[in-house]
């Protein structure tokens, strides 16, 4: 079974600020791991995945995540905020290797807002 | 390549009714899901279906159907609608089942039980 925890369902910084949203996940097998990004009153977007190549994956629109395995943590980071990143954003964790799975397990989401 | 798409929008529907949410893809992909979202509480798998004429549960199946005919549509039918089915309705679908492969959302479709 795999799970997803995001700390904060909602997040807020100024605009030039760091970003950091917080993402723990459960897995028995090693995980791909996927954050995607909701605008208001949109479908959902990838932003970026990890697949075992790189722990640190870089994704569109200056985000990164660092996958560290002995914290069970895929965090995701922007250096600085733009008021364009206000969305909802969500983790995902997939099971790994072998045969196919090919569902996502998601987290609830954290909410973030920049102020100007 | 338009991805893919949904329709309707946004539907309100009375308790007991029913309908057809459609979703296509142009993509050529052979899996495709079903998912509703609810506030605060991320996306939840309706169904899914692994190519054309094969379809299985999720995580919350109950209250829907789904068919696939083709593998660019696959429509999912509430027959009797009731106000725990409001919800925002979204459409995805991937090149194959590898744990690595991303999903591609529709727009959604935001549906409203009175």
């Known amino acids: 079974a795999q799970s997803v925890t995001q700390l904060g369902s909602h997040v807020s910084v100024s605009e030039g600020a760091l970003v950091l949203l917080r993402c723990n996940y459960s897995s028995s097998v090693p995980p791909y791991l996927f954050w995607y990004v909701q605008y208001p009153n949109q479908g959902l977007q990838l932003l970026l995945k990890y697949t075992s190549a790189a722990t640190l994956v870089k994704g569109i629109n200056g985000f990164e995540a660092e996958f560290k395995k002995s914290e069970t943590s895929f965090h995701l980071t922007k250096p600085s905020a733009h008021m364009s990143d206000a969305a909802e954003y969500f983790c995902a964790v997939s099971a790994s290797s072998g045969g196919s799975n090919y569902k996502l397990t998601f987290g609830k989401g954290t909410l973030l807002t920049v102020n100007p | 390549n338009a991805g893919v798409t949904q329709t309707p929008k946004f539907r309100i529907l009375k308790i007991g009714q029913s309908m057809t949410l459609q979703c296509t893809q142009d993509m050529n992909h052979n899996y495709m899901y079903w998912y509703r979202q609810d506030p605060g509480m991320g996306l939840k798998l309706i169904y899914y279906?692994?190519?054309?004429?094969?379809?299985d549960k999720g995580e919350v199946p109950n209250g829907y159907n789904v068919s696939r005919s083709t593998t660019e549509d696959f429509p999912l039918r509430l027959e009797l609608a009731a106000p725990s089915q409001t919800s925002v309705y979204f459409c995805a679908s991937s090149p194959s089942g590898r744990s690595y492969n991303e999903q591609f959302f529709g727009p959604g479709t935001r549906l409203t039980v009175l």
């Open positions: 279906s692994v190519g054309a004429g094969i379809t």
